[in-house]
């Protein structure tokens, strides 16, 4: 029986991808665990492994075609001899995210369920049928695994014709929730196009990481409380530490720069302030114990925020090496998805392209997000209340008021600006 394969879902929050390329081709053999096609996803090209085995009857999505919904069928596998057109069997899913489950104590065997009705149509793969056929079990018995309770191969193979696996009693599905109401996005496209009836353009399809920024960031404005924090941070003690130890550092081929003094200042701060090591988790704050800190990546068509994982407990040098490494694969997007979800705080710096100050937009579910301006000379008054010059940079930080409130912000900046301005403290 024919089978269709759906377009997976290779990340948590993959809603569509694009079908880069295939790797077999109609009336190709495929087998289970085969690698059989590349999708980009808005951050990564992912390989897509085939759960089922057979032909590969049909494509029905080319190579190239970006916006594939999840779960649309892109293909349809057959067993040998069976036509393409012939009806297919519901697809196995891709899987959802695994999600931290709360501990436990125990757990309960769970009750056999009654058999199925007979007449019920049972949903199983070819492969499946076949090896049930051969080893006389009685499907309508078999417990399936697949989304759906579809049986596959695994189900079968070690299951034996006089005591197959129960099937669960079918329950009813819950009350579908209402509708979200649709937040408005601007005008509409015609209504767009036709102020610029006559004048010359060139259209620029979104991609999908352009399609998932607009969205996240949309919601993040909308739906986030936002509020700013202002310091300034003087950076001449740090800017003579850093070519001190860059001297000392030259012969190990590492060369720290700014910016990584600023991902180890973050992380401390994150240690020091521990309430505000946080995130929004819908209908709680999620309080983190480690110093995770995502840093903005400017990429082709977009960006990516690559998480440094304990932050805190690395060295200079290793947070360096790290960032450099994460930096090179994101513009190649060949990052994996655990490497740029997850942080509670994250960083973004405009300083190396001249911006002296900006405020950034915070990336659910991050507590906050710091935007970093250019280090730049001015007059400042010294302590011995003289006039002087001084390499003064400008911080923003960007707050979710639902989790830090204003009084915890400040001393979360406040620790920033500590560990920048007295940076040897940093490696004790």
Do not use: C
């Not at 655990?338 to 509670?344: L, R």
């Amino acid at each position: 029986m024919a089978t269709e394969i759906l377009m997976p879902a290779l990340s948590p929050t993959m809603e569509e991808g694009t079908l880069a390329k295939w790797l077999v081709k109609e009336g190709d053999t495929v087998k289970s665990g085969q690698i059989i096609a590349e999708i980009e996803t808005d951050k990564a090209t992912m390989e897509f492994e085939a759960v089922d085995e057979g032909i590969m009857g049909r494509i029905l999505v080319a190579e190239g075609t970006a916006g594939v919904k999840v779960n649309t069928p892109i293909a349809v596998l057959v067993e040998e001899g069976e036509a393409a057109d012939a009806p297919p069997a519901p697809a196995k899913a891709a899987a959802p995210a695994p999600v931290a489950a709360a501990p436990v104590t125990a757990v309960a065997d769970p009750a056999p369920a009654a058999p199925k009705v007979a007449g019920t149509r049972v949903f199983a793969s070819p492969l499946a049928r076949r090896i049930a056929a051969e080893k006389g079990l009685d499907l309508t018995r078999v417990q399936g695994s697949g989304p759906h309770g579809r049986i596959v191969k695994a189900d079968v193979e070690g299951a034996k014709a006089s005591a197959a696996t129960p099937v669960p009693a079918p329950v009813a599905p819950p009350a579908p929730a209402a509708a979200p109401v649709a937040m408005p996005t601007g005008p509409a496209t015609e209504t767009v196009l036709k102020m610029y009836q006559g004048r010359t353009f060139t259209e620029v399809p979104l991609d999908g990481m352009r399609r998932t920024i607009a969205a996240r960031l949309t919601e993040a404005k909308q739906t986030i409380p936002h509020f700013y924090l202002r310091r300034e941070v003087r950076l001449d003690a740090l800017m003579a530490f850093r070519e001190q130890i860059n001297k000392q550092l030259e012969t190990r081929g590492v060369k720290l720069s700014v910016n990584d003094f600023i991902i180890k200042a973050s992380a401390l701060a994150l240690q020091a302030v521990p309430d505000a090591n946080a995130v929004w988790a819908g209908d709680r704050i999620l309080k983190l114990k480690p110093s995770d800190v995502a840093v903005a990546v400017a990429i082709d068509g977009g960006l990516f925020t690559p998480v440094l994982k304990d932050a805190d407990q690395k060295s200079l040098s290793t947070l360096s090496a790290e960032m450099k490494d994460l930096a090179t694969r994101a513009k190649t997007k060949k990052l994996a998805p655990h490497e740029y979800q997850g942080g509670s705080f994250a960083i973004s710096n405009l300083g190396m392209m001249g911006i002296e100050n900006f405020d950034a937009v915070i990336n659910p579910p991050h507590g906050a997000i710091l935007a970093v301006g250019a280090g730049i000379k001015k007059p400042v008054v010294m302590k011995d209340g003289s006039i002087g010059v001084a390499t003064v940079m400008s911080m923003t930080l960007s707050v979710d008021h639902r989790v830090i409130d204003g009084a915890l912000g400040a001393q979360l900046m406040q620790a920033i600006v500590d560990n920048l301005e007295n940076p040897m403290a940093m490696l004790a």
